[in-house]
């Protein structure tokens, strides 16, 4: 998994005071992303044993309630696998961080893939590791930008289409 840019002590990703993990690489590219710089697959850093180090510092403060992770697109299948292991340990850590994950997939589209991947290939992992990820996480940001819809004053998202879901 790459990664562009680790940001602390931010207030704008969700509830209370946070970290930011911007992933690195996505497919959708919406029109109007605040963050293209993030859609190349190859740029970036690899997420390394270094930047987990640095990761767990910044959430390692008293202050510190959430880690959001954006992108680019968490949810691109090549970061299952490093996106769920990151969390676990994560969690393992500090068991009482509260998890936001934004992606530009709708919920529904992504519980169709857990049940097509459940269904059709149920001697691979990807429905686990998918599942597995969600249920590490507290609220889902889901839905691509759509630059028409585009709404400042919302909280945690750029337009009115996108859905803040709770799902712990």
């Known amino acids: 998994m790459r990664y ?7 207030y704008v990703n969700g509830n209370d005071i946070g970290v930011s993990l911007y992933i690195q690489g996505c497919s959708i590219r919406c029109k109007g992303c605040f963050n293209p710089e993030t859609w190349d697959f190859e740029g970036g850093e690899e997420f ?8 767990i510092e910044l959430l390692d403060k008293p202050y510190v309630a959430r880690l959001s992770i954006l992108g680019g ?10 996106l769920n292991l990151l969390l676990f340990k994560v969690l393992k850590h500090n068991p009482d ?3 936001w994950l934004y992606t530009g ?3 529904s589209f992504i519980m169709r893939l857990v049940d097509e991947w459940r269904i059709n290939w149920p001697k691979f992992n990807d429905a686990f590791l998918l599942e597995s990820i969600l249920e590490k996480v507290d609220v889902l940001v889901a839905g691509p930008f759509i ?8 909280p945690f998202r ?11």
Not at 4 to 9: G, K, L, S, T
Not at 73 to 82: G, Q, V
Not at 147 to 154: A, M, V
Request: aromatic residues 8%; negative net charge.
């Open 48 to 55: 390394d044993t270094a930047a987990y180090d640095k990761l």
């Open 73 to 82: 697109e968490p949810l691109e299948r090549r970061n299952w696998e490093d």
């Open 4 to 10: 562009n840019a680790i940001q602390r002590c931010e």
């Open 158 to 168: 750029g337009s009115r289409n996108q859905k803040i879901i709770e799902l712990q």
């Open 147 to 154: 630059q028409e819809e585009k709404d400042k004053s919302l």
């Open 97 to 99: 961080l509260k998890i």
């Open 105 to 107: 997939y709708d919920y």
